[in-house]
């Protein structure tokens, strides 16, 4: 991570950006469970208030006193209880789950319930231990550090002073009958902040410091914290050191540990580079910590601003995008061009995954995307030929601290036009396919919906699905990862061919139940429903497959017209053409009466594997409705009946010059699926 935050920030410097310098030790609150405590003038308890997670993460604390977490005016304290009887507990874990509580049923629990700050929870200290140390050496550094306070920032120091009154057993007191009173006005707050039983994970929420009156800004605000950062740091004082470090530059400070980045999405709390003495695997090369790679303070200090400022949150989109809910862990796509332009570019989004308001039916997601992006670099390159584009993803794994770089690559811009426009090309290389599917709100006319061009992260996501049950069921599996995500969109030659190949391959073997169901449901003209347990997080994928396996197609060579020509495409459309035909004979001589599958849905199966013999299966089904629509001459889609029984012929002459393969190999399965779905207006009903 640190060569590519090197390299960033000596972009940004060359593009004359400057980001927002804070202090280290003066970090934003992480993504948890807060409240604000309102301070009186005697330190007592006036109120308090919770604070959304988005209110919270504006919030930032001191802890540069050295002590793992003692800070100020944020701390982190256990729940106030703990319940100790098992009929409690059972009368607790009910409460959760329901949502609601009375004072009498609260009570009845306390009275089996033990003060769990006096536990020490298998820590060296118990949380009045911790308290009390967040409300002496952080708040007297604090004391020492801002001095000269501006009138309109003097809520500080009052806060400060106040905290300075508090009596921690009396505050417990205090915040377990505010707690109590907020519960019993039907504010809302996890019943996990008062209660922990034995067995349970400890809820760690945040108190964040207040005071209840101020004159102009309150303690906690932008502007407070804002001088606070300027004061800190100008109490900082920089060693020139003799030697350098791994960059070239000034070595002062590389002894210390590396400063943290609060990031208000995904990620949380990134650490920079961590390389502690306490992990013996860290020993294997005989250097640990600094010694093992020198960084001085100056450049880590351009690295943390570097990353702030490239996943600030006005910046989503354009230079990062969260892939989380695609890969099913905390992860974070981040891209920008080597020549930063004054209008950045939405080159994380076309690499990554669609924002919500850009997934709705209808809208031209994608190529609305790299049409701006293409605008903006192609601006720049006009001016130089060295312009280039960076990408890297950085992760976590559920319950971990420690930040991954997962993929880290160079592009020039002129690739990553051309692979945007590749990638739409492919996702078009075939047939037009709609599918049928119900309106934006509930109640509307189903209506026939054009297959989507996917984003990398959603082809990845989709190729990690496995699809059961004629497809009405789906589940998660694993295979494809960020790195393929990328080489599908901007790789080539070999690698790519790779995986490609095993895209292919994956996406037939996972999501055939889907496709076979899809083409059903389009030839009767209906919207193939999904088990409603599955609805919400896998409907999209009926409108991104499709667009993968002609992409799948495109990225092994085979041109759209290949495609279509191809014996085995024509195979898929004939059965397609015999469902349809089949489906008239039903609503005709049967009366409406429409079996499980039609007669072409039926030899798909057989078809995939081995063409000439559905061929011949079909030859003899399909001849009692081939012998009624040569005579129907009545009804009102008499014309429709002719229509497909001419179609019939005419891709049956077209197929006798075709040689049909003996197996099907991956190519032809995927080209006759294609075949299959196809539609052409006429035929929809």
């Given amino acids: 991570m640190l060569n590519e935050l090197r390299e960033l920030s000596i972009c940004l410097e060359k593009a004359g950006i400057n980001p927002p310098d804070y202090h280290p030790k003066f970090t934003l609150c992480p993504k948890r469970t807060a409240c604000s405590v309102y301070l009186d003038k005697d330190g007592n308890i006036s109120s308090i208030s919770s604070m959304a997670i988005d209110q919270v993460q504006t919030v930032r604390k001191w802890d540069g006193v050295g002590s793992y977490g003692v800070s100020f005016p944020s701390v982190n304290l256990p729940p106030l209880l703990k319940v100790t009887d098992d009929e409690c507990k059972k009368k607790l874990i009910t409460m959760k789950k329901s949502s609601n509580m ?59 002073a106040r905290a300075k009154k508090i009596d921690s057993k009396r505050f417990h007191g205090q915040l377990y009958g505010e707690l109590i009173k907020n519960i019993e006005e039907g504010k809302s707050w996890p019943i996990d902040v008062l209660f922990y039983y034995s067995g349970a994970k400890p809820l ?5 410091f207040e005071i209840s009156d101020w004159k102009q800004f309150p303690a906690n605000h932008p502007e407070v914290q804002k001088w606070m950062n300027s004061k800190l740091l100008s109490s900082t004082t920089t060693k020139v050191s003799a030697e350098v470090d791994a960059f070239g530059c000034n070595a002062s400070g590389n002894d210390e540990k590396f400063p943290d980045v609060g990031f208000k999405n995904a990620l949380g709390n990134v650490k920079l580079r961590a390389m502690t003495k306490d992990s013996p695997c860290q020993m294997r090369y005989g250097m640990i910590e600094h010694e093992s790679f020198s960084v001085g303070n100056d450049v880590r200090k351009e690295m943390k601003r570097a990353l702030e400022w490239l996943g600030d949150d006005d910046r989503k989109g354009k230079t990062w ?102 990638w739409q090309e492919g996702s078009r290389n075939g047939p037009t396919i709609k599918i049928r599917s119900f309106g934006k709100n509930k109640g509307d006319t189903p209506v026939w919906i054009e297959t989507l061009i996917p984003f990398p992260a959603e082809a990845v996501w989709c190729l990690n699905t496995v699809w059961s049950r004629q497809g009405t069921r789906a589940e998660g599996a694993h295979g494809f990862s960020v790195n393929d995500a990328l080489i599908l969109l901007l790789g080539d030659g070999h690698e790519l ?68 020509t191809s014996s085995a495409f024509l195979v898929g459309r004939l059965l397609n053409l015999a469902d349809s035909l089949h489906l008239e004979y039903c609503k005709g001589p ?22 000439e013999k559905a061929l011949s299966m079909l030859s003899q089904r399909v001849l009692p409705y081939q012998a009624w629509a040569r005579t129907v001459k009545e009804g009102d889609r008499v014309g429709l009946v002719k229509t497909f029984l001419k179609q019939l012929s005419e891709v049956s002459e077209q197929l006798k010059e075709a040689p049909l393969p003996q197996r099907s190999s991956d190519t032809d399965k995927a080209q006759m699926l294609l075949g299959y779905l196809a539609r052409v207006e006429s035929e929809k009903n």
């Fill in 102 to 160: 009375s004072r009498d049923e609260i009570q009845k629990i306390v009275t089996c319930s033990t003060n769990l700050w006096l536990d020490n929870l298998g820590k060296k200290t118990n949380a009045f231990d911790k308290i009390n140390e967040c409300l002496d050496k952080p708040v007297n550094d604090l004391f020492a550090k801002l001095t000269d306070v501006p009138d309109e920032f003097s809520s500080i120091t009052e806060l400060l």
């Fill in 321 to 422: 995008c969260d892939l989380s809910r695609r890969m099913e862990r905390p992860m974070l796509l981040f891209a920008y061009p080597t020549q930063i332009p004054d209008s950045l570019p939405d080159l994380a989004g076309i690499m990554g995954d669609a924002e919500d308001e850009l997934a709705e039916i209808g809208q031209a997601r994608f190529a609305a995307l790299a049409e701006r992006v293409t605008v903006a670099l192609r601006g720049r390159t006009k001016e130089t030929v060295d312009s280039g584009v960076r990408v890297f993803v950085l992760a976590k794994r559920p319950g971990d601290a420690r930040t991954k770089v997962l993929a880290s690559r160079r592009y020039s811009a002129d690739h990553v036009i051309h692979a945007a426009q590749l």
């Fill in 204 to 208: 760690d929420f945040q108190i964040v």
């Fill in 590 to 611: 049967r009366k409406g009466s429409v079996p499980p599958q039609l007669v072409g849905n039926a030899l798909m199966a057989t078809a995939l594997e081995t063409p």
């Fill in 497 to 564: 061919h790779q995986v490609a190949t095993r895209a292919l391959n994956v996406a037939l073997r996972n999501s055939l139940p889907l496709f076979l169901a899809l083409g059903q449901a389009n030839a009767q003209g209906l919207v193939h429903m999904i088990d409603k347990k599955y609805t919400k997080k896998y409907e999209k994928q009926k409108l991104l497959l499709p667009s993968i396996i002609s992409l799948s197609l495109h990225k092994l060579g085979h041109t759209k017209g290949e495609i279509m």
